[in-house]
């Protein structure tokens, strides 16, 4: 299963773009990309969202199960989180897609499209926070789905 992060804005070098960088190269079950994208040139901020769905959408492979990270998603449990990545993997799906929206959230018609929406609690985190904070989840679930001890330590 190939997974794929896309999400809005450019992570620059520093702790947020090392913690992504730390748990994405730790996944050995996937193979995991991110791709970042953003708009060129301004944008008037009533069309920003839109402009920002339609570079995630273009994004997305074809037959994608798509999972959009969205503070009114589903909260999973990790051990939950790890059933469903296990459910993907065993159903065939061979793209899986999570998408993060920029500062804004994302467009509603992108969340509408979406499988699942995902959260990762009730706060609001920093979009560029999310991204390593997904690919620690999604790190600790390929653990608990080999029976590593880390979810536990």
């Not at 992060?5 to 050995?28: C, K, M, N, T």
């Not at 997305?60 to 989180?81: C, K, M, N, Y």
């Not at 560029?128 to 590593?148: D, N």
Request: net charge neutral.
């Amino acid at each position: 299963m190939r997974i794929h992060i896309i999400a809005v804005g450019r992570a620059r070098q520093g702790p947020e773009r090392a913690l992504y960088e730390h748990f994405s190269g730790r996944i050995a079950a996937w193979t995991v990309a991110l791709r970042e994208v953003e708009p060129r040139g301004r944008v008037a901020p009533e069309r920003l969202k839109a402009a920002e769905a339609d570079l995630l959408a273009a994004a997305i492979p074809d037959r994608a199960v798509i999972v959009a990270l969205d503070e009114t998603g589903r909260q999973l449990g990790s051990v939950d989180f790890a059933g469903r990545m296990r459910a993907w993997r065993d159903d065939g799906i061979a793209d899986l897609t999570f998408v993060i929206g920029g500062a804004d959230g994302l467009d509603a018609g992108l969340k509408q499209r979406s499988d699942l929406l995902f959260s990762l609690g009730q706060a609001t985190w920093p979009h560029m926070l999310v991204r390593g904070m997904l690919a620690e989840q999604i790190y600790r679930a390929q653990q608990i789905l080999a029976g590593h001890p880390y979810h536990r330590e």
